[in-house]
């Protein structure tokens, strides 16, 4: 994200420092993107950059995961949808929020006790999930977690179809949805701002965290060489099961953000969503943090420019020819290394 | 109606106690059957009358209110002592699997009513798409089937591609529908956009379902035949973010149709419109006309109700008939006890009107041939149903079939949300009704 | 061959003090380890006394690395017993041997390709903290000066022989009791291999005791004091270095000899 | 890597030779095996429904046109089971040949087109259609390691219905395709109600050939290649197996089977909708397999036949059951409504317990539980969890 700006620096072989900055995938999609605010134009862009932002925090969870231990945690999506149902009970039973608040003070307090408690709801569920369900099968045969993975994600929608029955259900938007403010002469949705700036945060905050803390580097090394880490002193059980909490967590601000932004959920939720964020992360380069995010984005403006070129019936499909374009034509995704890559 | 008293054989097996309740409105509501008067109190055993439905899971709220109208006509001609010294029973299958119609299950389900001799008649299904499966079967096997809800052209029109679906024998009419054709709710929604609320430049959006699409093609026909320009999306049930496509709409575009069924998308299409500052005519068919805002996953519970403000329908039946009140009274006394499904829905009606005419038609065949098997009087239902020159007074009033079974009354009711209706939840409330039968 | 004093050199920071040869400070006892149902370690017993270099040699399959893993905790035995400093450890997980001062640099170096070296370093500091992080660091490249050369690299572009510094160097973060070594000359140049081991006696010099698993008998055999021979998941010598340099037998099979 | 290259050295090389007649004669009498064992449940099950607790839910006919529906899923999971449980390929789109073999039949011989040709051939066609739609997919897909290949099969199993939906012109959409023809034998054409014999039988022969065909791959030394591959795909490699083309074989036999299952179900249910197709039947097929046991072909014909059974018998008996008795709580579950959940708790109770499956053949067993011991699993550096 931030080498961007190193390069105008670069003075020696432009060619050669272009090659070694690797910058080609963020010019990529900084290229898509301007082109797409051409076509679609800046109101359709800010839908694309909201839901993109949206599928980039739910991708960021596969890919960690994905890194770690070369899961596809099929129950992710689902694992998102449960952060939406969360923050909808923490909003209405736990605070009692039932529509816009107006005072920014009061809107502040509310959102943050929201994310806290949901995203460490999530993460705890996340964690429980893997020592459950994944934990005990590490040293089966690769099929055994992916099997199981998708029935937790059976498990997790019907308890909450269960819970909150099949219908689709309002959630409390607390940022007034109507609300819209004028940045360089474009109309734009606050609740919209709110999504793509908590997002950008986020990810962020995560970078750092895995670039710059001792828990970081025990996850990058433990998904580089787990039984290296585990000499150098990395509790491998530990390590995984935080990044489980970290990306469930991750998923659940997404959840918190989705019914922020739409106002209404429904059980079947993660099933699309994470079909779409998985193909993000895989696009991205999957174990590359910061190529989930980027492929989120690319995401978000593949499925808002099929609708407003009114093809939004083959945007769906479209999302899923990428990923099948990605995994035929660069597996490795924008930003991953090769696959099965061993240096 | 004279009421026949029965030596408390009928009542033992009744499953809803309130029924006993009801014979003072079931008197009074014009569709209760007649009982069979002139037969002798003799017990010649029971038949089945089918109910083919989506009961479970999402499903539910359209399918369990629209086989209670069913059990409802069947409990009262039981407890007026049975038709033609029959008792009656309800065999109910549900085709909804993991809370979606299933196709499949409900082709399986019609094989359970065909294998089953005495099954003389099935009210049912719900979707069109289900129909279109399950008609080969009814019509190889002469079994009558009435649809409280079905409103795709194509079951019933040969010119639509109806004899896709009678293939073996086209000639044999054993599906009859009380609803209005979408050939003619469309359309109808077409005119009342054009020249009542004076729309011109419609973004029209379909839930792509043998449904929506269909009802979506009519509508968008005839509003472009009255001079209108329409824009045109599908959008699969399940989508959420309908905001590029608002986004998208032209400019001058002052009014959507929705054609489909309410799942979320319908309610969220609407409120994510008024929040993007787009506060014009918000249309639709009978799929969005789906309750109040106290209703679990209602168009105008999903959009808010002030977000529905504006919001139009239709509903491809009679929306105010004589007995109305009676029936809803009657149908709220019967299901008192059951917490979900205790007022009457949209197809709570027709499907008892449904119900009705296969039960008049049982009961005009056993008069003439009292004796018959159960094959002849399945075969007797079916026919005395599809004769065209029959009538039946049912709940929607005076039903009678054209030669494809459709009815000859195809009422379209015009609804309107009313914000401050259901204690300020916002409903629907009718506005009017126009008979199409010279279209 | 000049060798080291076998059991005479003297261990300058030995705290125990507990006489020349130094208290045992690794014990394995009739140790049986299993890959599935392969059964890799037939029976082990083997000591290594504090301040000791000791060598492993055998032929490819012999165990040496299994009996490595089996110590570090990446395997554990089904059978038998690993003590270490008088504690069974035999079922104590590889992340806790290190902080108990147990160290592997295993074969292939393993290095994390995409960390830098520093970061590399700091990994291998992973059970420290502060300070004592900083003056390992130095410490190393004090042994290294490569290393401090090429901190900020990635792991994965750095040579061979720089990669192989890492990996030990990267051991030496945690401040071991025991340094358990795996191939360290694998594929390097001779010129390479002798620095090498220069530095494993430097290492050991300053108070490491180090178990050596080694292809290159030769090499190994001069640096250690003491040697087991293992052959199919058994030891069938053990002597000191020097005397096992000089059996025949083994000259035959492991030192090249005809 | 080396327990998986011991493993390997198990299975013998196959070709001519006293081993390779003695594994064709046990096929043979596998085969046979197969026809006696089938036609014995062809007898029993129409006979058995006529006994008490069954024949009191319905009648002969009624049960018989449900367990034909249940072979349709038996032949769906047994091609699943080359996929997955033969050659350890997870397939999640397999609903997507299913509906390429239905609509390649209702395209063949319905109204719509105007054409109507042969049931029979048309049968062949569509699996073959199918196979080919699998190794156009299976090419460039099949190269990745298994659990891309299991996401890009999900995407595939999602895009087939929004294009048939979408593309009304060759499909009629969201309507569908009605009036397809049923199959005739001897110019008479198959009764779509009353009687269920014909279907019955026919679906019977359809699944006797495919067993009998599935055995004999298994016992080939194709089926070995894919043990090989399900087991280690780098050792089979080494070990000469073409791992691309013996993979893309698995995933197309298993594609032609859906596509044998869709042209049957088309002629059966004379009307094709895309709902038919939905993921829901990829699911289902698959917790079939699972649950009868991966790589067992008895295993997972009885699995998908007693969970089919499960969800459209007696699920729905209990429901009734329940509604009739008025138990408290137990009359408002809806059993119909959780049958995912059951999927759901069944495939994390078998992978975590009994991965073998419930019918496990005996070699998955040992393979599945040698592994149970603390394996220092060669983990490589595939992807670090790094920025940049």
């Not at chain 2, 069979?36 to 017990?43: E, F, L, N, R, W």
């Not at chain 2, 079905?150 to 679906?165: I, R, V, W």
């Not at chain 2, 509003?223 to 973010?241: I, W, Y």
């Not at chain 4, 996929?83 to 039949?105: E, Q, W």
Request: aromatic share 8%; with cysteine; net charge neutral.
């Amino acid at each position: 994200m931030t080498t961007t700006t190193t390069v105008l620096s670069a003075r020696p072989s432009f060619v050669e420092t272009f090659q070694r900055l690797r910058l080609g995938p963020y010019l990529f999609v900084l290229g898509v993107a301007a082109i797409d605010y051409v076509v679609i134009g800046p109101n359709q862009f800010v839908n694309a950059l909201t839901i993109g932002a949206i599928y980039a925090l739910v991708a960021l969870g596969y890919t960690m995961v994905y890194g770690i231990i070369e899961l596809i945690n099929f129950a992710h999506g689902d694992v998102f949808m449960v952060g939406a149902f969360t923050s909808m009970f923490v909003l209405t039973q736990a605070l009692g929020q039932d529509g816009p608040i107006d005072s920014p003070g009061m809107l502040a307090v509310v959102l943050f006790i929201n994310f806290t408690i949901t995203m460490i709801a999530l993460g705890i569920l996340g964690a429980a999930i893997e020592r459950f369900a994944y934990r005990p099968l590490r040293h089966a045969p690769r099929l055994a977690p992916l099997i199981t993975a998708i029935g937790v994600s059976f498990i997790l929608q019907n308890i909450i179809q269960i819970i909150y029955g099949p219908s689709p259900i309002n959630t409390p938007q607390v940022i007034d949805p109507a609300a819209r403010v004028e940045i360089g002469g474009v109309s734009i949705g606050v609740v919209n701002i709110f999504t793509i700036v908590t997002a950008v945060l986020l990810m962020i905050a995560l970078q750092m965290l895995v670039s710059r803390t001792k828990i970081g580097r025990a996850m990058r090394s433990t998904a580089s060489d787990r039984d290296a880490a585990q000499l150098m002193g990395v509790d491998i059980n530990r390590t995984i099961a935080i990044t489980f909490f970290i990306g469930s967590a991750l998923a659940g601000a997404a959840g918190v953000v989705q019914g922020l932004y739409f106002g209404n959920i429904q059980f079947t939720l993660g099933f699309q969503a994470g079909l779409k964020a998985f193909t993000a992360a895989v696009l991205g380069g999957i174990g590359n943090i910061t190529g989930a995010a980027l492929g989120g984005f690319v995401i978000g403006f593949v499925e808002v420019t099929a609708g407003a070129l009114g093809f939004f019936v083959w945007g769906q499909a479209a999302v899923f020819a990428v990923l099948i374009i990605t995994l035929v034509f660069r597996p490795s995704g924008l930003l991953g290394q090769q696959l099965g890559e061993r240096t | 109606m004279k009421l026949r008293k029965l030596g408390g054989l009928a009542l033992g097996a009744m499953l809803v106690a309130a029924a006993c309740n009801t014979g003072g409105g079931a008197t009074a509501t014009p569709g209760a059957p007649a009982p069979g008067a002139t037969q002798a109190p003799v017990d010649k055993g029971t038949l089945k009358i089918g109910v083919t439905l989506p009961l479970s899971g999402g499903a539910a709220a359209d399918g369990q209110p629209t086989m209670k109208g069913a059990q409802l006509a069947v409990d009262q001609a039981n407890e007026a002592g049975g038709i033609g010294g029959y008792k009656l029973e309800l065999m109910v299958l549900d085709h909804a699997v993991n809370g979606k119609y299933n196709e499949q299950q409900g082709a399986q389900d019609m094989q359970t009513f065909v294998g089953d001799s005495a099954v003389v008649g099935v009210v049912g299904p719900y979707n069109s798409a289900v129909a279109k499966v399950q008609i080969p079967i009814s019509n190889d096997a002469g079994v009558l089937q009435c649809s409280p809800a079905n409103t795709n052209e194509a079951l019933t029109k040969p010119e639509f591609g109806a004899l896709d679906y009678r293939k073996n024998f086209p000639e044999r009419i054993n599906y009859v529908r009380v609803a209005a054709t979408d050939d003619i709710q469309g359309p109808a929604m077409a005119v009342y956009d054009f020249n009542t609320l004076k729309l011109r430049n419609l973004l029209v959006v379909d839930d792509v379902t043998t449904f929506g699409k269909g009802v979506a093609d009519n509508f968008q026909k005839k509003f472009e035949e009255l001079g209108g320009t329409v824009q045109r999306v599908g959008a699969p049930a399940d989508t959420t973010d309908f905001n590029s496509i608002i986004s998208a709409a032209k400019p001058e575009t002052d009014g959507v149709y929705y054609g489909g069924v309410v799942t979320s998308g319908a309610g969220l299409l609407l409120k994510q419109l008024r929040q993007q500052g787009k506060t014009f005519p918000f249309t639709g068919p009978d799929g969005i006309v789906n309750g109040s805002g106290k209703a679990e996953g209602a168009l105008i519970q999903i959009a808010g109700a002030a977000a529905s403000a504006g919001s139009y329908g239709t509903i491809a039946a009679i929306g105010d008939f004589p007995g109305r009140a009676d029936f809803e009274a009657a149908y709220a006394e019967a299901f008192k006890n059951d917490a979900d499904f205790n007022t009457a829905g949209a197809y709570s009606g027709p499907a008892y009107a449904c119900a009705t005419i296969i039960l008049k038609s049982l009961e005009e065949f056993l008069k003439t041939s009292p004796d018959a098997d159960q094959a002849a009087i399945r075969e007797g239902v079916r026919a005395w149903a599809s004769d065209t020159s029959n009538t039946f007074d049912t709940v929607l009033g005076t039903e009678s079939f054209d030669k494809n079974g459709d009815t000859t009354q195809p009422f379209i009711s015009f609804y309107v949300v009313d914000p401050a209706a259901a204690d300020g939840a916002g409903d629907w409330v009718f506005k009017e009704q126009l008979n199409f039968a010279q279209e | 061959m000049s060798g080291q004093g076998v059991t005479t050199t003297t261990q300058p920071s030995s705290t125990s003090g507990n006489g020349a040869a130094g208290d045992v400070v690794l014990e394995l006892r009739d140790v049986h380890t299993y890959y599935g149902k392969i059964h890799a370690l037939q029976g082990i017993t083997l000591e290594v006394r504090e301040g000791e270099i000791v060598t492993l040699i055998g032929s490819n399959g012999a165990g040496k690395t299994t009996t490595l893993k089996t110590i570090s905790g990446l395997l554990h035995p089904r059978a038998g017993t690993v003590h270490f400093r008088g504690r069974d450890v035999s079922h104590t997980p590889a992340h806790k041997l290190v902080r108990d001062g147990i160290s592997h640099a295993p074969e292939g170096r393993r290095i994390f390709s995409r960390l830098t070296v520093m970061e590399n370093l700091q990994m291998g500091a992973y059970t420290r903290t502060g300070r004592e992080i900083d003056e390992n660091v130095e410490h190393v490249f004090s042994l290294f000066p490569r290393l401090a050369e090429r901190s900020g690299q990635k792991g994965g572009t750095l040579s061979g022989g720089e990669q192989q510094m890492l990996a030990i160097g990267r051991a030496l973060m945690a401040r071991p009791k025991v340094l358990l070594l795996d191939e360290p000359s694998l594929g390097l140049s001779p010129i390479l291999i002798q620095q090498i081991f220069g530095i494993i006696r430097e290492i050991n010099a300053q108070g490491t005791t180090v178990l050596l698993v080694e292809q290159n008998a030769q090499q190994a055999l001069e640096v250690a004091d003491r040697g087991y021979v293992l052959q199919t998941g058994r030891v069938i010598l053990a002597d000191t270095a020097a005397n096992l340099a000089a059996n025949p037998d083994v000259r035959r099979a492991y030192l090249g000899e005809i | 890597m080396t327990a998986a290259n011991t493993k390997l050295s198990r299975t013998p090389a196959g070709g001519p030779g006293l081993r390779g007649r003695l594994s064709d004669l046990s096929s043979r009498h596998r085969s046979i095996a197969v026809i006696v064992g089938m036609s014995l449940v062809a007898l029993v099950l129409p006979l058995i429904v006529l006994l008490p607790p069954f024949s009191s839910f319905s009648g002969q006919t009624v049960w018989m046109d449900g367990f034909t529906i249940a072979g349709i899923y038996v032949l769906l999971a047994l091609g699943l089971n080359v996929v997955v449980g033969l050659a350890g390929l997870l397939d999640l789109g397999y609903a997507a040949f299913f509906a390429i073999g239905a609509y390649t039949y209702a395209l063949a011989a319905s109204p719509f087109t105007g054409w109507d040709l042969p049931f029979w051939p048309m049968l062949l066609v569509g699996a073959v259609v199918a196979a080919i739609f699998g190794i156009l997919l299976g090419a460039p897909t099949l190269r990745l390691r298994g659990d891309y290949l299991a996401i890009v099969t999900l995407g595939f199993g999602e895009i087939v219905p929004i294009v048939i939906l979408n593309s009304s012109k060759y499909t009629d959409g969201p309507n569908g395709i009605g009036g397809i023809s049923p199959p005739t034998l001897l110019d008479t054409r198959f009764p779509t109600t009353g009687n269920p014999w014909p279907f019955y039988l026919t679906m019977l022969v359809l699944i006797i050939l495919s067993m009998i065909f599935i055995y004999r791959l298994q016992d080939s030394r194709l089926g070995r290649a894919w043990m090989a591959i399900r087991e280690d795909e780098l050792a089979a490699a080494a070990n000469g197996v073409n791992t691309v083309v013996t993979k893309l074989l698995a995933f197309a036999i298993g594609a032609s089977t859906a596509g044998l299952a869709g042209v049957f179900l088309a002629s059966k249910l004379q009307t094709v909708t895309p709902n038919l197709f939905r993921f829901d039947v990829s699911f289902t097929v698959l917790a079939m397999v699972v649950l009868g046991g991966m790589g067992n072909v008895w295993g997972v014909a009885v699995g998908a036949f007693i969970i089919f059974m499960i969800q459209s018998v007696f699920l729905k008996q209990l429901n009734i059951f329940f509604n009739n008795v008025q138990v408290p709580i137990l009359s408002d579950i809806d059993f119909l409504q959780y049958q995912f959940l059951l999927y759901g708790i069944a495939l994390v109770a078998m992978m975590l317990l009994r991965p073998e499956g419930l019918f496990p053949s005996r070699r998955r067993r040992r393979e599945l539980h040698t592994e149970e011991d603390e394996v220092f699993a060669e983990h490589g550096d595939a992807m670090g969890a790094a920025p940049e």
